[in-house]
């Protein structure tokens, strides 16, 4: 089993900041990619940042500058730290990663997600 757990979500002003977090634990031989996911009411989930194993990453265009994704290999643990935050970020974000477990074949894990409300 993998457990996914989250926190650093809550209500902030626009032009504001908050960071996320994610660690995983369980039965995992390797993370490989990390990402940060994001779905807001009466919209589709979309991809918001990713990082792979060496640190490669990549944002979707709407968070370009505002965000930064990092992890940490050796703690399981991944971060998204939001900058100059705007109402239009406000969603759920949950984190997912693509594992190596012991089966040695590559899973999925989802967090349970966290609430990020901008708004003044």
């Known amino acids: 089993q993998v457990q996914l757990v989250e926190s650093g979500g809550g209500l902030v002003q626009p032009g504001g900041s908050l960071r996320l977090s994610c660690a995983a634990s369980?039965?995992?031989?390797?993370?490989?990619?990390m990402a940060w996911y994001r779905q807001a009411p009466g919209k589709q989930r979309e991809l918001v940042a990713f990082i792979t194993s060496g640190g490669s990453t990549n944002y979707a265009d709407s968070v370009k500058g505002r965000f930064t994704i990092s992890r940490d290999n050796a703690k399981n643990t991944v971060w998204l730290q939001m900058n100059s935050l705007k109402p239009e970020d406000t969603a759920v974000y949950s984190c997912n990663i693509n594992f190596i477990g012991t089966g040695w074949s590559p899973q999925e894990a989802w967090g349970q997600g966290t609430q990020v409300t901008v708004s003044s």
């Open positions: 369980g039965s995992i031989r390797r993370i490989n990619a």
